[in-house]
């Protein structure tokens, strides 16, 4: 009678047969590109499940020669063979494998550890996919994607349950030491920390704590602040105020060619546990970005006090600078109190104390301010709009000495965090009908982060190294581990 493995082996034999019967036989002539395509495609996938279960068999076939001991050293006996379900991108596998029990102990496969298969029945390539679509769009299209794709269904309860999983270690990824996480082509000489908010939409309390009616002005959706930080390495970049002001009013003679540096190794994060948590977590990674070529230091944000607050506490020795651009919105509306929107003078003027902000003339400009409210005959809206310019303005002094800022060559606008709250929060977590729990959140935003950044790959070996050790410990069961077993103990190990 002929061996499971054996009996694969002529499975896949036939299989292949068929294709290359099927590509080279007369019949399939009729056929149009994408029903042959198809056919193929289907036919490999068939094929790549009997290629796998083989490989599975053999594996399973061999009993460990040596003695088989718990984790506490207790050696274990032999107990018989136990069925194990691996769902991979070709489809369902069975197979089963020797398994070792003594009485009070856990029961141990060895080839588990071996093969550094996961806790459950996905697997990690399959989780990788999975994870991979799901950091950009929705769990319902990830699923449906895959399944068109492989053949079979996976569903989005699974899908929301491995994103979960695999995000576990991206705090761990992050906190590695710089000569890890840092390539050594880094040569920027300026460190900038950026952070702002965006709102997450929450699911909504169970029914018996809501209120049985929404209040007069309560928004219908719960929206909760997820705090995004950037931290990055730039080049300086001197610049004149008046090219400053041209690129900011986007002068059409300006001059197109833009030799700015570029940011690198951008790190984004984003947290729903509030600014201190961000904050923190920020503080730590810069001072591991730490370096003898690191000459200045800038943190950057918008007017939010509190948010200002919570940077200089964390970052003390990183000079604080307000985005012009908030700064020049500020501006944009004190001259449209000041002339209205529709006023030919309205951009010159603009442009007049836009150099002066940038030539480090705050004083002039809030003279400016002050004497025009007072010499125009303005509505009570109209002279609240300067007064809050004025305001913040005053308020932000300290932060806005950007004459100073360009002859050092820092960067002045949060052009990474803006597009951070975008791209990485509001792109994916504010999708029509998206209600987010705390976890699922966390556990995209960080998967997102990672992808955006362009450390998937390197995430994802990091990751399967930890799981392995949380599996299995630091070393093999077996003495038949192969390569790439013996290569996640030994990195885990490190």
Same mark, same amino acid.
């Given at each position: ?8 082996? #002529?499975?896949? @034999? ?14 399939? %002539? ?27 068999? %053999? ?21 018989? *063979? ?16 020797? #398994? ?82 840092? /390539? ?20 909504? /309390? ?12 309560? $928004? ?31 002068? $059409? ?27 923190? *977590? ?16 800038? #943190? ?134 998206? *209600? ?30 930890? %799981?392995?050790? *949380? ?22 190990? @490190?």
């Amino acid at each position: 009678m002929a061996t499971t493995a054996e009996q694969s082996i #002529a499975q896949g @034999a036939e299989q292949y047969r068929e294709l290359l019967a099927y590509v080279t036989g007369v019949g399939n %002539q009729p056929a149009s590109a994408y029903e042959v395509e198809l056919r193929v495609f289907r036919g490999v996938l068939a094929l790549g499940r009997t290629l796998l279960r083989l490989f599975f068999e %053999q594996r399973a076939a061999e009993r460990p020669a040596g003695p088989v001991a718990a984790t506490d050293g207790t050696v274990l006996t032999y107990h018989d *063979r136990r069925p194990v379900t691996y769902l991979s991108v070709f489809g369902k596998v069975v197979f089963r494998r020797h #398994a070792f029990a003594a009485p009070g102990q856990a029961m141990v496969c060895p080839l588990d550890a071996a093969l550094s298969l996961p806790e459950r029945c996905y697997s990690d390539l399959l989780r990788e996919w999975g994870g991979f679509g799901s950091a950009d769009g929705s769990f319902r299209e990830v699923a449906a994607l895959l399944g068109r794709i492989l053949g079979w269904p996976l569903s989005v309860q699974a899908l929301e349950t491995n994103v979960r999983e695999d995000a576990v270690d991206v705090a761990a990824f992050y906190d590695r030491p710089a000569a890890e996480s840092v /390539p050594v082509v880094e040569a920027a000489s300026i460190l900038v920390a950026q952070a702002d908010g965006k709102g997450v939409p929450v699911v909504q /309390p169970a029914p018996a704590e809501r209120t049985a009616r929404r209040g007069k002005g309560a $928004p219908p959706n719960r929206m909760r602040e997820a705090v995004v930080t950037a931290l990055y390495t730039i080049q300086p970049y001197q610049r004149s105020a008046e090219v400053v002001a041209a690129a900011l009013l986007r002068d $059409p003679d300006r001059s197109t060619s833009d030799h700015r540096p570029r940011p690198i190794n951008k790190e984004l994060r984003a947290t729903l546990d509030g600014k201190v948590v961000a904050m923190t *977590r920020l503080a730590a990674r810069a001072h591991q970005r730490e370096g003898p070529q690191i000459r200045d230091r800038v #943190a950057l944000t918008d007017g939010a006090p509190a948010l200002q607050e919570q940077m200089r506490a964390a970052l003390p020795d990183y000079p604080l600078v307000l985005d012009i651009i908030h700064a020049v919105e500020y501006l944009w509306a004190a001259a449209n109190a000041l002339l209205g929107e529709r006023h030919p003078e309205r951009t010159a003027w603009v442009r007049g104390h836009l150099l002066a902000l940038l030539q480090g003339r705050l004083a002039d400009v809030l003279s400016d301010l002050e004497s025009d409210a007072a010499d125009r005959p303005l509505s009570a809206a109209q002279q609240q709009a300067v007064a809050t310019t004025l305001r913040y303005y005053r308020a932000n002094a300290a932060f806005m000495h950007y004459d100073q800022y360009l002859a050092r060559g820092w960067p002045i606008g949060t052009g990474v965090i803006e597009g951070a709250c975008g791209h990485l929060v509001k792109d994916r977590m504010q999708q029509a009908g998206m *209600r987010w729990t705390k976890d699922g959140a966390h556990a995209i935003l960080d998967l997102r982060a990672i992808r955006l950044g362009d450390h998937w790959d390197a995430y994802w070996t990091f990751h399967r190294q930890r %799981q392995h050790r *949380r599996l299995y410990g630091l070393s093999a069961t077996t003495p038949s581990a192969p390569p790439e077993a013996v290569a996640l103990v030994s990195a885990a190990a @490190a």
